[in-house]
Protein backbone atom coordinates (compact mmCIF):
# COMPACT_ATOMS: atom_id res chain seq x y z
CA UNK A 1 0.00 0.00 0.00
CA UNK A 2 1.25 3.33 -1.17
CA UNK A 3 1.64 5.35 2.48
CA UNK A 4 2.91 8.60 0.20
CA UNK A 5 1.61 10.01 -2.74
CA UNK A 6 2.35 12.30 -5.06
CA UNK A 7 -0.38 12.16 -7.51
CA UNK A 8 1.24 14.55 -10.11
CA UNK A 9 4.26 13.21 -11.67
CA UNK A 10 5.26 16.10 -13.48
CA UNK A 11 4.66 20.16 -13.12
CA UNK A 12 5.99 22.66 -15.60
CA UNK A 13 6.29 26.73 -14.36
CA UNK A 14 7.18 29.89 -15.79
CA UNK A 15 10.65 31.38 -14.19
CA UNK A 16 9.67 33.70 -11.57
CA UNK A 17 6.27 32.14 -10.83
CA UNK A 18 5.03 29.94 -7.91
CA UNK A 19 5.47 26.21 -8.07
CA UNK A 20 2.95 24.13 -5.79
CA UNK A 21 4.13 20.39 -5.18
CA UNK A 22 1.80 18.60 -3.43
CA UNK A 23 2.18 15.64 -1.52
CA UNK A 24 -0.45 13.13 0.60
CA UNK A 25 -0.21 10.90 2.85
CA UNK A 26 -1.87 8.12 4.93
CA UNK A 27 -0.34 7.40 8.18
CA UNK A 28 -1.41 9.07 10.85
CA UNK A 29 2.02 8.09 13.04
CA UNK A 30 3.67 10.71 10.84
CA UNK A 31 5.55 13.21 12.99
CA UNK A 32 7.92 15.15 10.52
CA UNK A 33 7.59 15.51 7.04
CA UNK A 34 10.70 15.82 4.82
CA UNK A 35 11.20 17.46 0.97
CA UNK A 36 14.04 16.09 -1.21
CA UNK A 37 15.10 17.52 -4.12
CA UNK A 38 17.15 14.85 -7.03
CA UNK A 39 19.16 16.29 -10.14
CA UNK A 40 19.76 13.26 -12.60
CA UNK A 41 22.65 11.00 -11.87
CA UNK A 42 22.95 12.95 -8.48
CA UNK A 43 21.67 10.99 -4.43
CA UNK A 44 18.17 12.72 -3.30
CA UNK A 45 19.63 16.06 -1.28
CA UNK A 46 17.47 17.32 1.51
CA UNK A 47 14.96 20.63 1.06
CA UNK A 48 13.46 21.28 3.62
CA UNK A 49 11.11 19.86 6.56
CA UNK A 50 7.98 20.63 8.62
CA UNK A 51 7.21 18.59 12.09
CA UNK A 52 3.91 17.78 12.87
CA UNK A 53 3.57 20.24 15.55
CA UNK A 54 3.87 22.98 13.35
CA UNK A 55 1.51 24.06 10.02
CA UNK A 56 4.17 25.87 7.83
CA UNK A 57 8.26 26.04 7.88
CA UNK A 58 9.87 28.59 5.41
CA UNK A 59 13.23 29.00 4.19
CA UNK A 60 13.91 31.35 1.82
CA UNK A 61 11.86 30.43 -1.51
CA UNK A 62 10.68 27.57 0.04
CA UNK A 63 7.59 26.96 2.38
CA UNK A 64 6.27 23.77 3.14
CA UNK A 65 2.67 23.60 4.40
CA UNK A 66 0.96 20.73 6.46
CA UNK A 67 -2.54 20.44 6.87
CA UNK A 68 -2.70 17.30 9.50
CA UNK A 69 -6.43 16.72 9.05
CA UNK A 70 -6.54 16.46 5.59
CA UNK A 71 -3.13 14.21 6.02
CA UNK A 72 -1.87 17.11 3.08
CA UNK A 73 1.25 18.66 2.90
CA UNK A 74 2.63 21.45 0.07
CA UNK A 75 6.27 22.40 -1.23
CA UNK A 76 5.81 26.12 -2.83
CA UNK A 77 9.01 27.60 -4.31
CA UNK A 78 8.79 31.30 -5.39
CA UNK A 79 9.99 32.71 -7.34
CA UNK A 80 10.82 29.64 -8.98
CA UNK A 81 13.91 29.35 -10.96
CA UNK A 82 15.58 27.50 -13.78
CA UNK A 83 18.15 25.53 -11.30
CA UNK A 84 15.01 24.50 -9.28
CA UNK A 85 14.28 22.35 -12.55
CA UNK A 86 14.76 18.52 -10.55
CA UNK A 87 12.65 15.94 -9.27
CA UNK A 88 11.17 16.57 -5.53
CA UNK A 89 10.62 13.51 -3.48
CA UNK A 90 8.15 13.79 -0.04
CA UNK A 91 9.49 11.69 2.27
CA UNK A 92 7.66 11.30 5.84
CA UNK A 93 9.01 9.87 9.03
CA UNK A 94 7.29 8.32 11.98
CA UNK A 95 10.17 8.24 15.33
CA UNK A 96 13.19 6.33 14.20
CA UNK A 97 11.70 4.80 11.58
CA UNK A 98 13.50 4.80 8.14
CA UNK A 99 11.82 7.57 5.32
CA UNK A 100 9.44 6.61 3.18
CA UNK A 101 9.53 8.44 0.15
CA UNK A 102 6.63 9.08 -2.42
CA UNK A 103 7.06 8.64 -6.33
CA UNK A 104 7.92 12.12 -6.63
CA UNK A 105 7.54 15.10 -9.23
CA UNK A 106 9.28 16.06 -11.79
CA UNK A 107 9.39 19.60 -11.54
CA UNK A 108 10.56 22.03 -15.19
CA UNK A 109 11.00 25.85 -14.60
CA UNK A 110 11.10 27.10 -18.14
CA UNK A 111 12.69 30.69 -18.48
CA UNK B 1 34.32 15.09 5.26
CA UNK B 2 33.32 14.31 1.25
CA UNK B 3 30.02 13.18 2.33
CA UNK B 4 28.96 9.66 1.47
CA UNK B 5 30.45 7.96 -1.33
CA UNK B 6 28.90 4.71 -3.41
CA UNK B 7 31.71 2.66 -5.53
CA UNK B 8 31.25 1.94 -8.40
CA UNK B 9 28.87 4.70 -9.71
CA UNK B 10 27.83 1.93 -12.43
CA UNK B 11 27.74 -1.73 -12.96
CA UNK B 12 26.90 -4.02 -15.81
CA UNK B 13 26.41 -7.26 -15.25
CA UNK B 14 25.03 -10.54 -16.98
CA UNK B 15 22.15 -12.12 -15.19
CA UNK B 16 23.35 -15.02 -12.60
CA UNK B 17 26.38 -12.63 -11.93
CA UNK B 18 27.01 -11.90 -8.28
CA UNK B 19 27.69 -8.40 -7.82
CA UNK B 20 29.03 -6.50 -4.90
CA UNK B 21 28.11 -2.47 -4.00
CA UNK B 22 30.65 -0.04 -1.32
CA UNK B 23 29.42 2.28 0.70
CA UNK B 24 31.78 4.82 2.53
CA UNK B 25 29.05 6.77 4.55
CA UNK B 26 29.60 10.53 6.70
CA UNK B 27 32.16 9.44 9.45
CA UNK B 28 30.15 10.90 12.35
CA UNK B 29 27.29 9.13 11.24
CA UNK B 30 26.20 5.93 12.92
CA UNK B 31 23.07 4.74 10.79
CA UNK B 32 23.73 3.73 7.42
CA UNK B 33 20.69 2.89 4.91
CA UNK B 34 20.23 1.38 1.49
CA UNK B 35 17.35 1.97 -0.97
CA UNK B 36 16.67 0.94 -4.55
CA UNK B 37 14.99 3.23 -6.82
CA UNK B 38 13.51 2.42 -10.61
CA UNK B 39 12.46 4.34 -13.26
CA UNK B 40 9.33 6.76 -12.06
CA UNK B 41 9.88 5.63 -8.63
CA UNK B 42 10.60 7.08 -4.97
CA UNK B 43 13.65 5.73 -3.46
CA UNK B 44 12.15 2.22 -1.50
CA UNK B 45 13.65 1.17 1.70
CA UNK B 46 16.17 -2.43 1.46
CA UNK B 47 17.82 -2.22 5.02
CA UNK B 48 19.67 -0.06 7.37
CA UNK B 49 22.59 -0.55 10.40
CA UNK B 50 23.15 0.76 13.69
CA UNK B 51 26.84 0.49 13.44
CA UNK B 52 26.99 -2.85 13.24
CA UNK B 53 23.89 -4.40 13.64
CA UNK B 54 21.49 -4.36 11.00
CA UNK B 55 18.17 -3.28 12.73
CA UNK B 56 14.90 -4.05 9.83
CA UNK B 57 15.33 -5.38 6.42
CA UNK B 58 12.46 -4.99 3.92
CA UNK B 59 10.27 -7.44 2.31
CA UNK B 60 11.78 -5.84 -1.11
CA UNK B 61 14.83 -7.73 0.60
CA UNK B 62 15.06 -11.04 -1.30
CA UNK B 63 17.36 -13.95 -0.14
CA UNK B 64 19.41 -13.13 -2.86
CA UNK B 65 20.33 -10.06 -1.30
CA UNK B 66 22.72 -9.31 1.81
CA UNK B 67 24.38 -6.45 3.10
CA UNK B 68 26.96 -6.08 5.97
CA UNK B 69 28.31 -2.74 7.73
CA UNK B 70 31.03 -5.63 9.46
CA UNK B 71 32.78 -2.60 11.86
CA UNK B 72 29.71 -0.04 11.90
CA UNK B 73 31.87 1.98 9.23
CA UNK B 74 31.73 1.45 5.29
CA UNK B 75 29.05 -1.21 3.51
CA UNK B 76 28.63 -3.52 1.40
CA UNK B 77 25.44 -4.53 -0.81
CA UNK B 78 25.99 -8.19 -2.10
CA UNK B 79 23.34 -9.32 -4.54
CA UNK B 80 23.91 -13.18 -6.21
CA UNK B 81 21.95 -14.73 -9.20
CA UNK B 82 21.39 -11.53 -10.49
CA UNK B 83 18.01 -11.17 -12.77
CA UNK B 84 16.84 -8.62 -14.69
CA UNK B 85 14.60 -7.09 -12.38
CA UNK B 86 17.67 -6.29 -10.09
CA UNK B 87 18.72 -3.15 -12.52
CA UNK B 88 17.91 -0.18 -10.41
CA UNK B 89 19.92 2.64 -8.66
CA UNK B 90 21.27 1.87 -5.36
CA UNK B 91 21.54 4.47 -2.76
CA UNK B 92 23.17 4.62 0.22
CA UNK B 93 22.62 7.13 2.66
CA UNK B 94 23.73 8.01 6.33
CA UNK B 95 22.29 9.61 9.24
CA UNK B 96 22.38 10.48 12.73
CA UNK B 97 20.27 8.56 15.14
CA UNK B 98 18.49 10.79 15.65
CA UNK B 99 17.79 11.82 11.76
CA UNK B 100 14.95 14.76 11.63
CA UNK B 101 14.74 16.88 10.98
CA UNK B 102 17.47 16.98 8.64
CA UNK B 103 17.45 13.82 7.45
CA UNK B 104 19.50 11.55 5.10
CA UNK B 105 22.76 12.54 3.24
CA UNK B 106 22.60 10.17 0.38
CA UNK B 107 25.77 9.27 -1.79
CA UNK B 108 25.45 9.56 -5.84
CA UNK B 109 24.36 6.15 -5.83
CA UNK B 110 25.31 2.84 -8.24
CA UNK B 111 23.17 2.36 -11.06
CA UNK B 112 23.25 -1.32 -12.02
CA UNK B 113 22.02 -2.63 -15.34
CA UNK B 114 21.61 -6.81 -15.62
CA UNK B 115 21.81 -8.03 -19.29
Known amino acids: DQQVKQNSPSLSVQEGRISILNCDYT??????FLWYKKYPAEGPTFLISISSIKDKNEDGRFTVFLNKSAKHLSLHIVPSQPGDSAVYFC??????????FGKGTRLSVIA | DTGVSQNPRHKITKRGQNVTFRCDPI?????LYWYRQTLGQGPEFLTY????????KSRLLSDRFSAERPKGSFSTLEIQRTEQGDSAMYLC?????????????FGSGTRLTVV
Open chain 2, 93 to 105: ASSYERGPPYGYT
Open chain 1, 27 to 32: NSMFDY
Open chain 2, 27 to 31: SEHNR
Open chain 2, 49 to 56: FQNEAQLE
Open chain 1, 91 to 100: APNSGNTPLV
